[in-house]
């Protein structure tokens, strides 16, 4: 019983690009499976899951909403994603947890930028995905086209197993090329019914093309077809399951969601061809009890207990919730639970059975389950937690870089205070935002991933948090590194007539290529004892995190601490702390510093008139084109780089040069060195900001 229970569970994400319809499909699908009674629209701010007050004013998805439903005695627990690319982390920790994703696409814009994003992100995480064509009722809807799109731009090996019955305002249903049967719908009713006679021959073909494709993953299959056997539907959907969870072929299904039109049908693909936690099977992590080694959990009670905590909010009413995806084992309401990452205890007070804003309690959360704990002290997102006697580490979820840095501080002395708890519970709820104390400004500077990252968090506090703040202008969130290898030998010594303070460190400071930032210990024969290693470490992480050149955090560093020295009697955390402060702020200049700016890729897709002032301008501001394509008659979409600091400004100007007929999206693709006169006049600019404080605004 216990593991055809987790056979019917499905984890699964809607994800896709800005403004494809993903939050309105969920409200469909929460209607059908009788969640809800009335059907809540993204544009009068009544969706069931976008309940943040941020989302309902602007109508997009901010932050990740999960919810648990029922198809066909199947548990669906379902996560709608954002689509805006400065809530990406949001889909990066949803598709860690998932073990599978119906992936939509618009039907006229096809495959868009964050379409590209969200689908290497799953490629990361291997999460098995359907796709569902949506807005097939809209105005330049292209079945065919966006499925060629899929094919040559994201290798999808996209597999229509329906046909769109009509496109645009004639779109009226679909054919099943399963069964073989039409479905009409009429408002939230479908009628099913024999194919249209002048589509029967197109299906027949489509059906063929599916089945051949089948063929090529199951031999059986391809001996029944090559023999021109009878090929019955079930062993058709059992190939297809097979096919979709070793992400060999994505089926295509389509519909009109806002129309409520193939619905129902897609949720029965859910069922039929996404995988359950036991299909995903073992999940591997670090034995940190044995030196390390890889272990593995199976997806059953039996096992012991394994779970990622993946998103962290505060309710005013609840508290701090928690939320989990149990991999094996059992966590239990009242029990306790080991925090692997942080090395610490937690007893879990309540379990609760998230509906989007509304909650249960439930008694446990077994093996394959999304809930949300209560009463979690030390844990924060990527965390694992476990059986305290068979501990294991499962693997963290990654975090992009910030962009954006902004300066912010209190109206007042009395909102001081209220505004560092308000900064707290919003980085433990959203790990991409992140927050620095300048000493030599004094200043608070907040950093995320865009402009509207910024003003939803801004936002946030202001409403919330019921906190008064003057905020100053976003800047670009550079960044330092070294290019160069250098070695130091520091010693520490201050007397002051009573106890001293002595240290002594030999250490190596260069590159980390990729790695981020990391500490290396080294010292062999105690010569510094192991005590004070780690004030060695965090005057290292203090010093990276404020910057050695002009006050930006610095990235890919690392430290390796050699050899060195102590006191019996003046040697303490303190010493260590200050002598590593030192040091590095000595060796710095050997080590050739860079200054690196966000570099953003971008597309713009604009009426072929305007293409020649477009690619003018991007080249103007240091940006480089790698692609040009036919995106639809007329129009085509231009793909390249850009640096972020030229990119200010940059939706007006490029309404004016095209008269408001072209549109453009980026994202964020990787950090890269400043030319060097800019890098003079960064640095110049920075030290200036820090000798003189520059007001803020309200």
């Known amino acids: 019983m216990e593991q055809a229970s987790t056979k019917k569970i499905r984890n699964i994400g809607i994800v896709a690009h800005i403004d494809a319809g993903k939050t309105t499909t969920t409200e469909r699908i929460l209607f059908f499976t009788g969640v809800t009674h009335k059907m809540g629209e993204v544009h009068d701010g009544q969706a069931v899951m976008d309940f943040m007050k941020q989302e309902q004013e602007r109508g997009i998805t901010i932050s990740s909403a999960a919810i648990t439903t029922q198809w066909h005695d199947h548990q669906i627990n379902i996560i709608d994603t954002p689509g805006h690319i400065d809530f990406t982390l949001e889909v990066e920790r949803s598709l860690r947890v998932l073990d599978g994703i119906v992936m939509l ?170 995988p359950s936690p036991v299909d995903r099977g073992i999940i591997s992590g670090l034995d940190i009890k044995n030196g390390d080694t890889t272990i593995s959990r199976h997806p059953s009670t039996k096992s012991p207990s394994s779970a990622l905590a993946f998103k962290i909010i505060t309710d005013p009413y609840v508290g701090q919730q928690t939320f989990v995806r149990v991999y094996s084992g059992e966590l239990k309401a009242g029990s306790y639970v080991y925090n692997s990452s942080k090395g610490e205890r937690e007893r879990i007070g309540r379990i609760l059975r998230i509906h989007a804003n509304d909650r249960q309690d439930v008694g446990a959360l077994k093996a394959g389950d999304i809930g949300a704990l209560v009463g979690m002290k030390y844990t924060t997102t990527g965390d694992t937690l476990c059986d305290e006697e068979q501990p294991i580490l499962l693997e963290k979820i990654h975090t992009p870089e910030t962009v954006l840095d902004m300066r912010i501080e209190p109206e007042s002395i009395k909102d001081r205070d209220k505004l560092g708890a308000a900064l707290s519970k919003i980085a433990l709820e959203d790990p991409s935002f992140k927050i620095r104390f300048d000493d030599e400004t004094e200043e608070t500077v907040i950093s995320g991933m865009g402009e509207l990252h910024l003003e939803i968090i801004v936002d946030r506090i ?90 930006f955090p610095m990235i890919d560093v690392k430290f390796v601490l050699l050899d060195g020295g102590y006191h019996e009697v003046d040697s303490s955390d303190m010493a260590f702390r200050i002598c590593t402060v030192h040091a590095l702020k000595e060796i710095i200049h050997r080590t050739h510093p860079q200054l690196l700016e966000p570099i953003m890729k971008i597309e713009v897709n604009t009426p072929d008139e305007y293409m020649g002032d477009i690619i003018g301008d991007i080249t103007r501001r240091r940006g480089k084109i790698a692609s040009m394509r036919r995106h639809r008659k007329g129009s085509q979409k231009v793909n390249g780089t850009v640096p972020l600091m030229e990119m200010f400004g940059y939706a007006s100007s490029l309404r004016t040069m095209s008269s408001g007929r072209a549109n453009f999206s980026m994202e964020f693709l990787e950090y890269a060195p400043l030319p060097k006169n800019i890098e003079e006049k960064v640095i110049a600019t920075q030290l200036e900001k820090k000798s003189a404080k520059v007001p803020v605004k309200k």
């Not at 039907?107 to 291997?126: C, F, L, M």
């Not at 589509?199 to 001996?223: C, H, T, V, W, Y």
């Not at 520490?492 to 500490?519: C, D, R, S, V, W």
């Open 462 to 551: 202001k409403n919330d948090h019921k906190v008064g703040v003057m905020v100053g202008e976003p800047a670009v969130a550079f960044r330092e590194t070294v290019t160069r290898e250098a070695e130091h030998v520091y010693k520490y010594k201050k007397q002051t007539g009573g106890k001293g303070q002595y240290a002594h460190i030999e250490f190596l400071l260069g590159p980390n290529h990729g790695k981020g930032i990391e500490f290396v210990d080294r010292v062999k024969g105690g010569n510094i004892p192991r005590e004070y290693i780690p004030a060695v470490e965090k005057g290292f992480l203090q010093t990276v995190n404020e910057g050695l050149v002009a006050g």
């Open 105 to 274: 696409f618009c039907a006229v814009g096809g495959v868009e930028p964050q379409s590209e994003t969200v689908w290497h992100q799953a490629d990361r995480y291997k999460v098995p995905r359907i796709a569902f064509i949506n807005k097939m009722d809209r105005q330049g809807a292209d079945f065919d086209h966006t499925i060629t799109m899929m094919n040559e731009m994201l290798g999808a090996n996209a597999v229509p197993f329906q046909l769109p019955i009509g496109s645009e305002e004639k779109f009226e249903g679909v054919i099943d090329l399963i069964a073989m049967k039409a479905f009409i719908h009429n408002g939230a009713d479908a009628k099913v019914s024999e194919i249209p006679a002048t589509l029967k021959e197109k299906a027949a073909q489509f059906r063929d093309n599916l089945i051949a494709k089948l063929a090529e993953f199951d031999d059986d299959l391809m001996e029944k077809y090559l023999n021109g056997e009878e090929i019955s539907n079930d062993t058709l959907k059992h190939v297809a399951r097979h096919a979709v969870m070793g992400i060999l072929i994505t089926p295509v299904f389509c519909g009109a969601a806002f129309k409520n039109k193939g619905i129902e049908l897609l949720l029965d693909a859910v069922v039929d061809y996404l």
